[in-house]
């Protein structure tokens, strides 16, 4: 193939088209500090689909994590297990209230934390298991729920990619004491950029949840009419996602089945189209435990080395695809093993995320485009 100036770009920020008129119906509403009617929407679409928990919108992922680790009062010498594959969200929120990290190898055929090695990590000081549920794939929950039960843990699943992916039958982020969620521009739903959502799952946490989602004190209560005046009653910060955003966000969540089809046909069409690179052994698919189903939040495959992945990565973008590796493992920098350890062996997370590499995916890509991907890779192949 040759080079070519016209782009496919890795992602493109869903956009419906209800969208809009949402927010100018928020506008006109005269409220926009969030907690309105487009709030609610958003709030209880979750909760449905989770079938537990209350869920609060959040300014991000991030917030919604940092949001969490409050709620669970994580103190300075508290342990928290995390796979060291994932972004850095996931461990700033502990490493902020003074947690010492402890990263457990993934599995190489999902990119999750071994649910097989984090017994091993577990000591007195451990408070938390982190569940990072990748390409909206699913972590072994019944394992890591057993063990969370045997040594009295808490179990915050990071859902940041996984909404309406599920496991054995059951909703990722409604399984976890708390989970969080994503609503960034990359994600399959966006609230206009940037934002998140919380569910938490443990009634005995909820209480102290709502207090620090508003600042600290007890104004959902006051709301309610429970108190007469609301107080400051504990730590916390302005969580709220602005009605703007939530507006925008459920003119995509009223929608989810849509989106979802058109996400699930690519994803299909890429590994329809590249299986034969898979008989061939010249790439790796990632797998789908069994009784699990993923969201076609991403498309990845494995290379047979990181010189190759770098090499498709810039052929790819000579032909006007823009393919991309992901995380680097969080233990291989210095604040990494600074502020936790690794515990076993790294046998996969470094060598595996060198391999990785992600297809452009998106709601408003267009066959053609796809078609285009397929060939430069397959192209790629036949030339190397």
Same mark, same amino acid.
């Given at each position: 193939?040759? %080079?070519?100036?016209?782009?496919?770009?890795?992602?493109?920020?869903? &956009?419906?088209?209800?969208?809009?008129?949402?927010? !100018?119906?928020?506008?006109?509403?005269?409220?926009?500090?969030?907690?309105?009617?487009?709030?609610?929407?958003?709030?209880?679409?979750?909760?449905?689909?989770?079938?537990?928990? !209350?869920?609060?919108?959040?300014?991000?992922?991030?917030?919604?994590?940092?949001?969490?680790?409050?709620?669970?009062?994580?103190?300075?010498?508290?342990?928290?297990?995390?796979?060291?594959?994932?972004?850095?969200?996931?461990?700033?929120?502990?490493?902020?209230?003074? @947690?010492?990290? =402890?990263? =457990?190898?993934?599995?190489?055929? +999902?990119?999750?934390?071994?649910?097989?090695?984090?017994?091993?990590?577990?000591?007195?000081?451990?408070? =938390?298991?982190?569940?990072?549920?990748?390409?909206?794939?699913?972590? $072994?929950?019944?394992?890591?729920?057993?063990?969370?039960?045997?040594?009295?843990?808490?179990?915050?699943?990071?859902?940041?990619?996984?909404? +309406?992916?599920?496991?054995?039958?059951?909703?990722?982020?409604?399984?976890?004491?708390?989970?969080? /969620?994503?609503? *960034? #521009?990359?994600?399959?739903?966006?609230?206009?950029?940037?934002?998140?959502?919380?569910?938490?799952?443990? $009634?005995?946490?909820?209480?102290?949840? #709502?207090?620090?989602?508003d600042n600290g004190t007890n104004r959902l209560q006051f709301l309610r009419g429970l108190v007469n005046?609301?107080?400051? $009653?504990?730590?916390?910060?302005?969580?709220?996602?602005? #009605?703007?955003?939530?507006?925008?966000?459920?003119?995509?969540? #009223?929608?989810?089945?849509?989106?979802?089809?058109?996400?699930?046909?690519?994803?299909?069409?890429?590994?329809?189209?590249?299986?034969?690179?898979?008989?061939?052994?010249?790439?790796?698919?990632?797998? +789908?435990?069994?009784?699990?189903?993923?969201?076609?939040?991403?498309?990845? /495959?494995?290379?047979?080395?990181?010189?190759?992945?770098?090499? /498709?990565?810039?052929?790819?973008?000579?032909?006007?695809?823009?393919?991309?590796?992901?995380?680097?493992?969080?233990?291989?920098?210095?604040?990494?093993? %600074?502020?936790?350890?690794?515990?076993?062996?790294?046998?996969?997370?470094?060598?595996?995320?060198?391999? &990785? =590499?992600?297809?452009?995916?998106?709601?408003?890509?267009?066959? %053609? $485009?796809?078609? &285009?991907?397929? @060939?430069?890779?397959?192209? /790629?192949?036949?030339? *190397?």
């Open positions: 193939m040759r %080079e070519t100036t016209s782009i496919v770009p890795f992602n493109r920020p869903l &956009l419906l088209g209800g969208e809009i008129e949402n927010v !100018k119906a928020a506008v006109q509403g005269g409220s926009l500090g969030g907690n309105g009617d487009f709030t609610r929407r958003c709030q209880e679409f979750i909760g449905q689909l989770n079938g537990r928990g !209350k869920v609060f919108l959040t300014t991000s992922c991030t917030s919604a994590l940092e949001m969490a680790a409050m709620v669970l009062d994580i103190k300075p010498g508290d342990e928290v297990i995390v796979p060291s594959y994932t972004y850095v969200s996931t461990i700033n929120a502990w490493l902020l209230r003074g @947690a010492t990290l =402890v990263y =457990v190898d993934v599995d190489p055929a +999902t990119m999750n934390i071994d649910h097989s090695l984090i017994e091993a990590a577990i000591i007195s000081k451990t408070r =938390v298991i982190v569940a990072v549920h990748y390409a909206g794939v699913a972590c $072994e929950m019944d394992t890591i729920m057993s063990l969370a039960d045997k040594y009295n843990l808490f179990v915050v699943e990071d859902a940041a990619q996984a909404l +309406t992916s599920t496991y054995k039958s059951r909703s990722l982020g409604s399984i976890g004491d708390i989970s969080c /969620f994503s609503f *960034h #521009e990359t994600k399959n739903f966006t609230s206009g950029g940037q934002g998140g959502a919380i569910s938490i799952n443990n $009634e005995s946490l909820l209480a102290r949840a #709502e207090v620090i989602y005046q609301y107080c400051w $009653e504990d730590i916390g910060s302005n969580f709220f996602m602005s #009605e703007v955003q939530a507006a925008y966000l459920w003119g995509q969540l #009223e929608l989810a089945p849509i989106v979802q089809k058109t996400r699930h046909k690519f994803w299909a069409r890429y590994a329809s189209h590249l299986q034969v690179l898979a008989d061939q052994g010249q790439i790796v698919f990632p797998s +789908t435990p069994l009784g699990c189903t993923h969201n076609a939040h991403l498309f990845f /495959f494995k290379l047979k080395a990181q010189d190759q992945r770098s090499a /498709f990565i810039r052929y790819m973008k000579a032909n006007g695809v823009v393919a991309s590796a992901h995380f680097v493992p969080l233990h291989s920098r210095p604040i990494g093993l %600074e502020s936790g350890r690794f515990v076993g062996e790294d046998r996969f997370t470094t060598i595996e995320s060198q391999r &990785l =590499v992600r297809l452009p995916l998106h709601f408003n890509m267009t066959v %053609e $485009e796809q078609d &285009l991907v397929i @060939a430069a890779t397959i192209s /790629f192949f036949n030339c *190397h």
